[in-house]
């Protein structure tokens, strides 16, 4: 074959920076591109994984590329293919989890793991330390559920097995280690594998097998890895054991973007690199193409609050468009409301709603936005949230499905025994558990053993049977059916369908949409294009790679990608994304920077990367709203403009006043209260002057709560938020509006 000349792949390099050019290009060695937000970081890996294959004659089959979400890694396959004009099959792209799943799905046997192995998400993790804790007899204050499996995932993710903890005589962690070490076997016992372990099995796996570990080093020519500054321990061991001396490896990252610290991530993995895999080339891209001016000045000039970063320049040749908007809420209605009333103007404007994002620190967040959205017909997409997989219809029918798959697997079991009530009552779970536990079976046995030896009769023995017999018959009936098929059998037979069928209101038709959705998931499983689903094949041989699918997915795959929505997401689930409008709510001390951060600078100095992050994410307009007023976890409290606004450049920032009207620069507001609103409003001398967040009554309207006055005398208007008419604007000379 003939030597391609770098000319008649130029379509590779077209679009490309000298920069740019050069990363994609390298020879094949190790290198780092180490770059600011929006200098194409992402981009170069998916050009150079094209230089490799169309340049270097690399075959597919020797590329493994690491993506943060499963997203991305779809995103990745789908531009590569459009870039090379060919279908790629044989790729290995997606994250760190899905990659080692797959590895030890293939290899189940020498990871001494069941074949039908089933992932648990941290949901099941925790549920089952409380199990522990509760069968063990261990005071769940002195040693709290979230903490012990904190514990467990931390020594997971440094690669430590219970007995290479050091616990160096100290009872409470001796305690932590031995929980650690019951937790495991539980696991061993039930074929469970958390996504820690997904991770270290899979390192332990090419570790432990010279023979397996010479195969994958001759097979991966090159590595590459996505937002490298996120990687913990455990995944630099990994790609490193991975690579050997022979693979080329190309990472790319920025360690002003790193925001995974608190779960054991290590910037310093970009600093290992450069000293630890030979001859690292590093290249730093400086030109962003992402955000106006004003949107990058902003964010240039909050990092730089931050010490020890590796420094970067990044410049943009671009507009400097419209300065950031910031709007004080009164309370978070308020704030809600402008940032929908804003939206709403947006898509007037021409905007599609997909290209508008609204990013918050916390989940807990979405809910006001989402209702407001909601009460305003405007339609969303949550990611991160609650999300599809997570729900708990879905993961009841997921139970169901597993127990098909895996009698032993003893968190399915627990979930659905009595779901939907069958009269099994929690004293007989309690049986069955402490039985399962003194004899070291599964719940399943104990729950035979139970009913076989009479400890069990009555009417909990006969509930006992039925379900017993219920998961037999559906594993018999759905024998041969296609896999959309045994979903569908298993929500009707199971009963699912009918209890939420028979639960009141929305919530309960909602429930059964899902359940409805998720055999359309699956029909779009078994005829879909991934790695996994290309193995499936149709029937119940489609079942387990669907569940670990779904496991995977869980993480951030909604139903209707293509449903024109605007997009709400926690920061952290904004990492590598870019949208048009971007809004970042709850810009409040406490809130953002987070009050458990506050204390310790190196925790204030992620949060405020992790504020970089969501200001990059913008590319022609950016807001930024608080709210004066806040309801968090059940009370009122006030709230105080975020320092990240103070340390933005004044002259970047102005305040919006209501419907987009600019009342005044953002300087004279920079009191401690944060920006100030027009705080009270009267008709006319002596009328009653009312004020923000007053009760009034209205004749008509009913009661409701002040949000926003504008004006004095006869043209002082306000709004008010009524209970179930919802905002008005009235002009208070006319309105009859009483306080209260
Ligand atoms: P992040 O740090 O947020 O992950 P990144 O460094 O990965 O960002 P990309 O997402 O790859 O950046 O690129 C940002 C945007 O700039 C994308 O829309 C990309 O298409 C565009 N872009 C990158 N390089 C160029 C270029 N040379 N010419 C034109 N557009 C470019
Ligand atoms: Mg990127």
Redesign the pocket.
């Known amino acids: 074959m003939d030597d391609v000349s770098p000319g008649d792949v130029s379509p590779l390099l077209d ?3 000298p920069a ?1 050019r050069e990363a994609v290009s390298a020879p094949q060695g190790n290198m780092l591109v180490l ?12 050009h150079r994984i094209a230089w490799l294959m169309q340049v270097e004659r690399l075959s597919p089959y020797a590329i493994l590329a690491v993506t943060f979400t499963n997203k991305a890694a779809r995103e990745m396959r789908t531009r590569l293919e459009a870039l090379l004009g060919l279908s790629l099959r044989n790729i290995w792209v997606g994250t760190f989890h899905s990659i080692a799943h797959r590895l030890l799905r293939t290899h189940w046997q020498d990871a001494r793991l069941p074949q039908h192995f089933q992932i648990i998400d941290s949901d099941d993790q925790l549920r089952l330390v409380k199990r522990l804790l509760k069968d063990h007899g261990i005071d769940d204050e002195r040693y709290p559920p979230r903490q012990v499996q904190y514990f467990i995932s931390g020594c997971k993710e440094e690669g430590l097995r219970p007995h290479q903890v050091q616990t160096h005589g100290d009872a409470y962690l001796g305690q932590m280690v031995e929980l650690y070490e019951r937790y495991q076997l539980t696991c061993e016992r039930g074929g469970l594998v958390d996504f820690g372990e997904l991770l270290l099995r899979s390192l332990e796996l090419l570790r432990d097998n010279p023979r397996l570990l010479a195969h994958y080093r001759e097979r991966f020519a090159h590595l590459l890895v ?2 490298f500054q996120d990687t913990n321990t455990l995944q630099y061991a990994w790609l490193k054991l991975l690579a050997g001396e022979q693979a080329g490896v190309t990472v ?1 990252g ?1 360690d002003d ?1 790193s925001i995974y610290g608190w779960r054991g991530a290590r910037v310093e993995n970009i600093r290992r690199f450069e000293q630890e895999f030979k001859n690292t080339h590093t290249v730093r ?1 400086e ?4 955000s106006t001016s004003a949107i990058l000045d902003a964010a240039n000039a909050l990092i730089s609050h931050n010490a020890g970063r590796m420094g970067k320049e990044l410049w943009t040749a671009g507009v400097k468009g419209e300065p950031i908007s910031v709007y004080a809420g009164f309370n978070d209605l308020d704030e809600a409301r402008f940032i929908v009333d804003t939206i709403r103007e947006k898509v007037d404007e021409g905007f599609h709603r997909r290209e508008i994002a609204i990013l918050y620190r916390s989940n807990a967040q979405s809910r006001v936005l989402e209702e407001t959205l909601i009460r305003q017909g405007m339609p969303y997409r949550i990611y991160g949230g609650q999300r599809f997989y997570e729900r708990l219809e879905i993961k009841n029918a997921l139970a169901y499905l597993r127990l098909l798959l895996n009698r032993d697997d003893d968190a399915s079991l627990e979930r659905v025994i009595n779901v939907p009530a069958r009269g099994i009552g929690t004293r007989t779970v309690e049986i069955l558990r402490e039985r399962a536990r003194s004899q070291g079976v599964s719940l399943w046995q104990a729950l035979h053993d139970s009913v076989g030896d009479g400890t069990c009769k009555g009417r909990a023995g006969n509930a006992l049977s039925a379900f017993a017999n219920l998961i037999e018959r559906l594993d018999n009936d759905t024998a041969g059916l296609r896999l959309h098929e045994i979903i569908t059998h298993v929500n009707e037979i199971s009963g699912l369908i009918d209890h939420h069928r028979n639960e009141k209101g929305e919530k309960g038709q909602a429930r059964v949409e899902n359940l409805e959705e998720l055999v359309n998931a699956a029909r779009a499983f078994t005829q879909g294009e991934t790695p996994l689903m290309q193995e499936a094949g149709e029937g119940a041989a489609a079942l387990e790679p669907f569940l670990a699918e779904a496991a995977l997915n869980a993480g951030d795959h909604e139903a209707d990608e293509f449903e024109d929505c605007v997009q709400l997401m926690t920061l952290h689930s904004a ?4 949208f048009p409008v971007v809004f970042i709510a709850g810009v409040e001390e406490g809130l953002f920077p987070h009050k458990m951060s506050m204390e310790e600078p190196g925790r204030l100095e992620e949060e405020r990367r992790l504020c970089y ?1 969501g200001v ?2 913008a ?1 022609h307009k950016l807001y930024l709203t608080y709210a004066e007023l806040r309801r968090l976890h059940g009370k009122e409290t006030f709230q105080r403009a975020s320092r990240f606004l103070r340390e933005l450049p004044e002259e970047l920032l102005e305040e919006v006043r209501l419907r987009g009207q600019i009342s005044r620069p953002v300087t004279a507001a920079r009191s401690s209260r944060g920006l100030a609103q027009q705080e009270s409003v009267t008709a006319g001398d002596g009328l009653p002057t009312l004020s923000l967040g007053q009760r009034v009554s209205h004749p008509l309207f009913g009661e409701g709560v002040i949000l926003n006055a504008e004006g004095q005398g006869e043209r002082a208007r306000v709004q008010v938020s009524f209970e179930g008419e919802g905002d008005k604007w009235l002009v208070l000379g006319f309105a009859k509006l009483t306080p209260l």
């Open positions: 679009d490309l920076n740019q770059a600011g937000a929006g200098s194409g970081k992402t981009r170069v890996l998916v996505d937002e790319v920025d973007q891209l030109q962003n193409y992402r990492k590598g994304l870019e992050v990059t994410r590319m």
